[in-house]
């Protein structure tokens, strides 16, 4: 796909979106704590891997799970028929563009990373996962995400529609400073409109 038609994409689905929910409630919930954990797939320079389960004497008694790249968190969105599965897949960094006329700006980096994501609800999901993601870095500064495609892998288009008990799989890929330290990774449902969002510690 291309970036243009990409781009119109995401635009249009985040402002019907947006429509639908306007009069919707504001509560926000954070989730952290993860589902099931695996193993990320081994990947080449730059891909972080999943960190290994901690024991109970090095996280501290009774301290809750924090999800991590390889765990899976399960997501709520507006309705009960939009429920997910989320993955944390991999997280590719720096990331290389596959186009040698799109680079990042001078200073800055592309960080890719790999979401898949399974319908759990009763009905096809349907979401734009792009804009659904956002990366914070050390310092606390959140990110969304570009338009750029990177060699890391195939990103998700513009949007996905997921039969029940299916998933897609997918980079989104972020520009940010070179300095940065990627730190955490979160997403919502409904094209990051929903009131839940899930969060993996990465560093």
Known sequence: MSVRLRTATLVLGAALLATATACGPSDSTVSTTPKSSAAAPAGGGGSAPAAAPESPESKGAGAPAVAKVGDTISLKGFEKKDTADV???????????????????????????QFRIKATGSAAYTDTPAIGAKLIDAQGQSFDSTFAETKAGPEFPGAVNIAPGESSLGFVTFEIPSDAKVDKVQYALNSGFAEQSGQWKVS
């Open 87 to 113: 993955t944390l897949v991999k997280v590719v960094d720096p990331a290389e563009s596959a186009d040698e006329f799109l680079q990042p700006e001078e200073g800055k980096r592309y960080v890719s990373v």
